[in-house]
Nanobody
């Protein structure tokens, strides 16, 4: 079992930045492919970004490319999402997730955090 706990969400103005963090409980964190997803009110959960086991490869959803950056620190068992130039449409609950395979498909992720709210006002 892997427990994931997100933090760092909040309310900001458009154009500002936030850094989300996700702390993992497992001792084999480096064995998991990690991702961030988000879900806005009334919408389905959306892929935001993912990162390979060692952190060398990253993947992004089209709506966040160039503004959000995913990273990880395997020694600290932490996943991060640096969010710059935030827009009102970035408002959502952000979830970190873990899986053993490289994928952007929500249903292939085995472990999920409880989510952290990000609200961007114009």
């Amino acid at each position: 079992q892997v427990q994931l706990v997100e933090s760092g969400g909040g309310a900001v103005q458009a154009g500002e930045s936030l850094r989300l963090s996700c702390a993992a409980s497992t001792s084999t964190f480096s064995g998991y492919f990690m991702a961030w997803f988000r879900q806005a009110p009334g919408s389905e959960r959306e892929f935001v970004a993912s990162i390979s086991w060692g952190g060398a490869d990253t993947y992004y959803g089209d709506s966040v490319k160039g503004r959000l950056t995913i990273s990880r620190d395997n020694a600290k068992k932490m996943l991060y999402l640096q969010m710059n130039s935030l827009k009102p449409e970035d408002t959502a609950v952000y979830y970190c997730a873990a899986t053993e395979i490289p994928t952007a498909k929500e249903y292939e992720y085995d472990f999920w955090g409880q989510g952290t709210q990000v609200t961007v006002s114009s």
